[in-house]
């Protein structure tokens, strides 16, 4: 069975600061990766995902992650944040052979002016 | 096109009731899951329909139970609420099963407060 772990469950940074959300997944096989964002009193939306090819996968609002297969990580990064970027962030993983996808607890982004 | 339609958005049950929730999935995508949002515990997988069968289940009671229409329309029920079923209940829709290079699209929610 697959889980994932997100690290921190909070993250406050100053708008315009860089940031970096950790997920760390275990999974016997290989997987699909996805970031999700969650703004208040919505559902999610999919930032970007990871499915084979390129390690580094680039998404929306400037969102980009890394698949680090050795780490088992696939971090979420953006250089420089704005205030509109506040949100819950989950890292997603999908494997086995039942094809669930399977959630980190979220981390929630706090951008400060 | 349209996105994902959950009504209703906001309930207030009281324990030992039931409740149905609704889902209309994208339009074209014949697979729709459930999953539950607590504080606590983050988003958990309830069930999958694709094509009027259930393909997933996560671990719940079997006081939960849904089913899926032929228009691909999905509803959930929660029988003998409880409080800790309070929380934000998610539908998520997708054109395949299986979620195979694809993603899910979800709805905005339906917030159960059990009292």
């Known amino acids: 069975a697959q889980s994932v772990t997100q690290l921190d469950s909070q993250v406050p940074v100053f708008e315009e600061a860089p940031v970096e959300l950790r997920c760390n997944y275990s999974?016997?096989?290989?997987?699909?990766l996805f970031w999700y964002v969650q703004y208040p009193n919505q559902g999610l939306q999919l930032l970007l995902k990871?499915?084979?090819?390129?390690?580094l996968v680039k998404g929306i609002n400037g969102f980009e992650a890394e698949f680090n297969k050795s780490q088992t990580s696939f971090h979420l990064r953006k250089p420089s944040v704005h205030i509109s970027d506040t949100a819950e962030y989950f890292c997603?993983?999908?494997?086995?052979?039942?094809?669930?996808?399977?959630f980190g607890k979220g981390t929630l982004l706090t951008v400060n002016p | 096109k349209a996105g994902v339609t959950q009504t209703p958005r906001y309930l207030i049950k009281t324990r030992g009731q039931q409740v149905t929730l609704s889902c209309s999935p994208i339009?074209?995508?014949?697979?729709v899951s459930w999953y539950q949002q607590t504080p606590g515990q983050g988003l958990q997988f309830l069930f999958e329909?694709?094509?009027?069968?259930?393909?997933n289940k996560g671990n719940f009671p079997g006081r939960f139970s849904g089913r899926q229409f032929s228009n691909s329309r999905s509803e959930m029920n929660v029988s003998t609420l409880e409080l800790g079923d309070s929380a934000l209940y998610l539908c998520?829709?997708?054109?395949?099963?299986?979620?195979?290079?694809?993603?899910?699209?979800f709805g905005e929610g339906s917030r159960l407060t059990v009292l």
């Open positions: 998520a829709s997708s054109p395949v099963t299986g979620l195979v290079g694809g993603e899910l699209f």
């Open positions: 999974s016997s096989v290989s997987v699909y």
């Open positions: 990871y499915l084979s090819g390129s390690t």
């Open positions: 997603a993983v999908l494997g086995g052979s039942n094809y669930k996808l399977t």
């Open positions: 339009s074209g995508h014949r697979s």
């Open positions: 329909y694709f094509s009027e069968t259930q393909r």
